[in-house]
């Protein structure tokens, strides 16, 4: 079983930057970075594959950026010019296959989540 640690999460300011990890305890495969909002579904913002094939969002794509270091089973989430809503607990995941994915039922392993709050 596959553990997984988010964090990097916290208060900002709309415009700011931030940078999350996801340490995992063991080999992972495909990664990915969901987002839920209050009130609202889990929804997926970027993924990359075990090769480094990356997905985004349109909500994020140019702003974020998922990169992985398999050497240390982490994966990073960048995310520039951040908006209010942007504001979510973000988690990270983890499948047992090589490719990504935008549904959250694909994945297996599944981190605590770590808040991002982004004022205006």
């Known amino acids: 079983q596959v553990q997984l640690v988010e964090s990097g999460g916290g208060l900002v300011q709309a415009g700011s930057s931030l940078r999350l990890s996801c340490a995992a305890s063991?080999?992972?495969?495909?990664m990915g970075w969901f987002r839920q909002a209050p009130g609202k579904e889990r929804e997926n913002v970027a993924a990359?594959?075990?090769?480094?094939?990356?997905y985004y969002a349109d909500s994020v794509k140019g702003r974020f950026t998922i990169s992985r270091n398999s050497a240390k089973d982490t994966v990073y989430l960048q995310m520039n010019s951040l908006k209010p809503d942007d504001t979510a607990v973000y988690y990270c995941?983890?499948?047992?296959?090589?490719?990504?994915?935008?549904?959250?039922?694909?994945?297996?392993?599944w981190g605590q989540g770590t808040q991002v709050t982004v004022s205006s």
């Open positions: 995941a983890g499948r047992r296959t090589p490719a990504p994915s935008v549904r959250d039922y694909d994945y297996t392993y």
């Open positions: 990359i594959s075990e090769s480094g094939i990356t």
């Open positions: 063991g080999r992972t495969y495909a």
